[in-house]
């Protein structure tokens, strides 16, 4: 229950982001109607259409990409008509003509003495602006669509997304109300209805002119990046935390210390089983009969994800201070792509990031399902008796993490004192983000979960195509050469492909992989036009240059001075490269 009102939430929270900005036409034309039988058939409609596509979109293939680009066309040019149509009955009804049955109706929705079937007409301008309708996504609407990949289609990804999108129309339904009652005083007061409704028209053409051109994918989306995403998080971190069910006792004060101690961490529950792994690392099998007696830290991760990587060296640094104490660190590998359910591609990590903790490889998410979680990365404490004590979802907060480890083993009879906590040597990509000049926020490539795109040309899924790229702006990116989009990443099919983003954040990273024969993708980076000397990243040299050798997270640009907005671009010199997600820090 408690994340479809986050959904609701996060939905509701829409009307503060200019991604809405598009629709808005739409919603108001219905101003002045009566609520029971125009607005809200609307906005009803809009929100179904939504949730249906959405989740189309989230769990089906390139056909469904293809049924909802014919789909989006027709609802532009049926919204077009209702726009013209509100410009002047003269024009609506030469427009109609060649109209038949259903550009007939949608006309007769606009005008202020249609009688009859109400109703079915705005249910029918619902469905049309649901189908155009793409909300930013932010952190919640991120929550929802992540699940629905991971979960496939069932019940609840449908409806979580149609509380996402009742929360928008209910919040729309609020805007309306009061529009309404501004546009019925303009009436009453100046007499200009008839300007009033022209102006609508030529609001909703604006509109429909946006939602061709992809500015409501684009340009609005890098508008609102940080509009609401700090109250969307906020939302999340409020209404998404465990409950508290029980205390397990309190902090013994130094009057009686001859007591057992007893941590003031809550009980939140009994800690589910580890069954489900499809293989364990460095480890067999851990059950919770075999755990008995231990402080499990449960580290929900998967190896290309930046905030993942970031997190490792304090996981790895309490593996190792804490393990003579009876710590057990249980690394819990879900994977985000689909290269990251290979086994040799997780072994491969494991050593990389010099992990010797045991890792559960969780690629049918039944332990992810199990501990009800829904974040990367993720930790759960849980104490000698079984129970979770502790949680915290995403980076930082590693000094409480560390209290809350220290306090469970001496709850379990360790007679360890209190100490500092671990300040791990990173470098590279494990290195802290630069929280204050983040401006630019994680970017997927496969045509799923693609934003921001650039290129003229558009994305065809699952289909080749050449591409161009000019000067990104802020936060878009694009390609240029002969280019496959597929569900989850971009494959380059010839040489000389490149990839173009305009960002601003100290750190550039990008998620590459060497394509199916496993070649070594050769690639040359600039920023600016430029090689990037100071600049370069873990995995480039001063001049630009690097190889993509195995599927992974690559550590393209660290800006050693001043962040400030920059255009990175690389070219593969080789084909086969697979580039999957930008992430910054």
Same mark, same amino acid.
């Given at each position: 229950?408690?994340?479809f ?5 996060g939905?509701a929270?829409?009307?503060l982001? +200019? !991604?809405?900005? *598009? @629709? &808005?036409?739409? #919603?108001?034309?219905r =101003?002045?109607?009566?609520f029971? %039988? ?10 179904a ?8 979109a ?7 990409v293809?049924?909802n ?30 109209v038949v ?5 949608l ?9 009859g ?8 301008l619902g ?7 793409? +909300? !930013?996504?932010? *952190? @919640? &609407?991120?929550? #929802?669509?992540?699940? =629905?990949?991971?979960?496939?289609? %069932? ?30 005083g ?17 609001a ?14 684009g340009?609005?989306?890098?508008l609102s ?5 700090t109250?969307?998080q906020?939302?999340l ?18 009057a009686?210390?001859?007591q ?7 009980v ?34 998967t190896y290309s ?21 009876g710590?057990v ?23 990389d990031?010099?992990i010797g ?9 039944r332990?992810?399902?199990a ?26 907060n ?9 306090d ?8 360890m ?5 671990v300040?791990?040597d990173?470098?590279g990509?494990?290195a ?19 934003t ?13 195509q050449?591409?161009?790229?000019a000067?990104p ?6 390609l ?5 989009v ?10 000389d492909g490149?990839i173009?983003?305009?960002?601003s ?47 992974r ?18 070219r593969?010199l080789d ?6 997600a930008?992430?910054?820090?």
């Amino acid at each position: 229950m408690t994340l479809f009102v986050i959904a609701y939430l996060g939905g509701a929270l829409t009307i503060l982001s +200019p !991604c809405i900005l *598009p @629709i &808005l036409p739409f #919603v108001f034309a219905r =101003a002045g109607q009566p609520f029971l %039988n125009s607005t809200l058939p609307m906005l009803f409609g809009m929100a179904a259409t939504f949730a249906l596509v959405a989740t189309l979109a989230a769990v089906g293939g390139s056909w469904a990409v293809h049924a909802n680009e014919y789909g989006r066309l027709a609802a532009i040019a049926l919204l077009a008509v209702f726009g013209v149509s509100l410009l002047s009955p003269r024009i609506a009804s030469i427009v109609s003509r060649p109209v038949v049955d259903l550009g007939n109706r949608l006309l007769n929705a606009s005008g202020p003495a249609a009688p009859g079937s109400t109703t079915t007409r705005s249910l029918l301008l619902g469905v049309a602006t649901g189908l155009l309708w793409a +909300p !930013c996504a932010g *952190p @919640i &609407l991120g929550l #929802v669509l992540t699940g =629905a990949a991971l979960q496939g289609a %069932n019940l609840e990804t449908t409806f979580l997304l149609l509380a996402y999108a009742a929360g928008a129309a209910t919040s729309l339904a609020v805007a309306l109300l009061v529009g309404g009652r501004v546009f019925a005083g303009m009436k009453r007061s100046l007499g200009v209805s008839e300007r009033v409704r022209q102006a609508l028209g030529v609001a909703v053409l604006v509109g429909v002119a946006a939602i061709a051109l992809g500015l409501d994918t684009g340009l609005l989306s890098r508008l609102s990046y940080a509009s609401t995403a700090t109250f969307e998080q906020a939302v999340l971190d409020r209404l998404h935390a465990k409950p508290k069910k029980e205390m397990a006792g309190a902090i013994v004060t130094a009057a009686d210390s001859t007591q057992p101690f007893r941590s003031d961490l809550p009980v939140e529950g009994a800690a589910p089983s580890f069954d489900g792994a499809v293989e364990w690392l460095n480890s067999p099998p851990l059950d919770n009969a075999a755990l008995k007696g231990k402080v499990v830290l449960v580290d929900f991760w998967t190896y290309s994800c930046i905030n993942c990587i970031r997190t490792v060296p304090y996981v790895r640094a309490w593996a190792e201070k804490y393990k003579g104490q009876g710590l057990v660190v249980i690394g819990v590998h879900a994977p985000e792509f689909a290269f990251e359910k290979k086994i040799d591609n997780v072994k491969k990590a494991v050593s990389d990031f010099g992990i010797g903790y045991p890792v559960a490889v969780d690629n049918d998410y039944r332990i992810w399902r199990a501990f009800e979680n829904s974040y990367w990365p993720a930790h759960y404490l849980i104490d000698a008796e079984g129970q979770i004590r502790y949680h915290h979802f995403g980076e930082g907060n590693y000094a409480e993490t560390e209290k809350a480890i220290q306090d469970l083993l001496r709850e379990a009879g360790s007679n360890m004192q209190a100490s500092a906590a671990v300040t791990p040597d990173t470098k590279g990509a494990e290195a802290g983000p630069d929280l204050k000049n983040i401006r630019s926020g994680e970017t997927y490539l496969g045509y799923q979960r693609a934003t921001s795109f650039a290129s003229p040309e558009g994305i065809a899924a699952d289909a080749s195509q050449t591409y161009s790229v000019a000067e990104p702006s802020l936060n878009a990116w694009g390609l240029a050469g002969s280019w496959t989009v597929h569900a989850e990443q971009a494959t380059l099919d010839r040489p000389d492909g490149r990839i173009a983003y305009r960002f601003s954040a100290r750190d550039l990273h990008l998620v590459l992989g060497p394509g199916a024969d496993g070649k070594p993708v050769r690639f040359e980076v600039t920023i600016d036009g430029k090689p990037p000397g100071a600049d370069h990243g873990a995995d480039t040299d001063t001049a630009g240059r690097g190889t993509v050798s195995s599927t992974r997270l690559y550590q393209l640009v660290r800006q050693a001075g001043a962040v400030e907005a920059r255009t990175f671009e690389i070219r593969f010199l080789d084909p086969g490269v697979e580039a999957y997600a930008f992430t910054f820090g």
